[in-house]
């Protein structure tokens, strides 16, 4: 909650959660002038919580969706990424990818042609069967070391962070019914591949590999709509490794599946909302008399 005057005053912004999202509202503020506060149930220091998801992200820049206000964050999220190829910390990878879909519509009719480098439509011999493929350049990121850095940026700028049991599910005055949880599980291995694909032609077979700076790669995966277990599935596991070693056999080190080098075995909770991302901001009562505050829900 936050009161945005515009006087000379410092305007102060409380921000709940510290996943990558909540982390990145408060960057962008804090680089703006405002006071910012972070409280979040989990903090990027908790890299073995199962209860939020940028601990366990691939995570590659890849669009979902046709809806142009959404469309417009994934451009800017890779204008973004993009200039930060230059960071000395090397946060940001920069990759070859292969997607395939079941169809033209699982291509999003291609908008995102002029905002990645080297896309090419696949000829139909080059996809599995019954599949249709593109080829692009697209960026990685290694998302535990990313948001551990954007919690060090933070703090050099005085955001103040504090631990609370919050979620916007049950929250008071937000208590979003359309919240749920998207379970993911994932392996992590390590693999000198640098080509990321992503294998959805079969949404019963669906598979993905992520490279990620630092010689890590994210095989997965799952997406449970609704699913709260975060215990590990071992034969979904070996079921991902095996579907990834069919999509590119160099993730092993020899002897198929085998020789694959696991390093852990991630399970996490995706936010997601019935419905789609909600972005509003709504002015609320703030204490006694005629104060009032505005809530960005996002």
């Known amino acids: 909650m936050s009161n945005f005057n515009t006087g000379n005053e410092q305007r102060r912004v409380v921000v709940l959660g510290a996943g990558v999202l909540g982390l990145t509202s408060a960057l962008v503020l804090a680089r703006q002038g405002y006071k910012v506060h972070i409280i979040a149930r989990?903090?990027?220091?908790?890299?073995?919580?199962?209860?939020?998801?940028?601990?366990?992200?691939?995570?590659?820049?890849?669009?979902?969706?046709?809806?142009?206000?959404i469309c417009e964050w994934e451009k800017e999220t890779f204008k973004t990424f993009t200039q930060m190829l230059a960071h000395p910390s090397k946060l940001v990878m920069r990759l070859p990818a292969t997607r395939f879909e079941s169809n033209e519509a699982g291509l999003l009719g291609h908008w995102y042609k002029s905002v990645v480098p080297s896309y090419e439509v696949l000829p139909k011999e080059a996809c599995p069967p019954g599949a249709v493929g593109v080829k692009f350049e697209t960026l990685s990121v290694n998302s535990p070391v990313y948001i551990v850095w954007l919690e060090s940026e933070l703090k050099k700028l005085g955001v103040i962070f504090a631990r609370r049991q919050v979620?916007?599910?049950?929250?008071?005055?937000?208590?979003?019914?359309?919240?749920?949880?998207?379970?993911?599980?994932?392996?992590?291995?390590?693999?000198?591949?640098?080509?990321?694909?992503?294998?959805?032609?079969?949404?019963?077979?669906?598979?993905?590999?992520?490279?990620?700076?630092?010689?890590?790669?994210?095989?997965?995966?799952?997406?449970?709509?609704?699913?709260?277990?975060?215990?590990t599935d071992?034969?979904?596991?070996?079921?991902?490794?095996?579907?990834?070693?069919?999509?590119?056999?160099?993730?092993?080190?020899?002897?198929?599946?085998?020789?694959?080098?696991?390093?852990r075995h991630n399970v996490g909770l995706r936010p997601s909302r019935r419905g789609g991302p909600r972005l509003e901001a709504e002015t609320v009562p703030v204490g006694k008399g005629s104060k009032t505050g505005t809530v960005v829900h996002a």
């Open 42 to 69: 989990d903090m990027p220091s908790d890299k073995d919580s199962q209860a939020f998801a940028s601990p366990w992200a691939g995570a590659n820049w890849c669009p979902f969706g046709t809806v142009p206000r």
């Open 167 to 231: 979620g916007a599910k049950s929250l008071g005055g937000v208590n979003d019914a359309d919240v749920e949880p998207i379970r993911g599980q994932t392996v992590l291995i390590r693999s000198k591949v640098v080509e990321c694909t992503m294998d959805a032609h079969d949404h019963s077979n669906v598979g993905y590999i992520i490279p990620r700076p630092g010689g890590e790669v994210i095989c997965g995966g799952s997406y449970g709509v609704g699913n709260w277990d975060t215990s």
């Open 234 to 263: 071992f034969e979904l596991a070996r079921l991902i490794l095996e579907r990834c070693y069919a999509l590119n056999p160099a993730i092993s080190n020899g002897g198929g599946v085998d020789g694959i080098e696991v390093l």
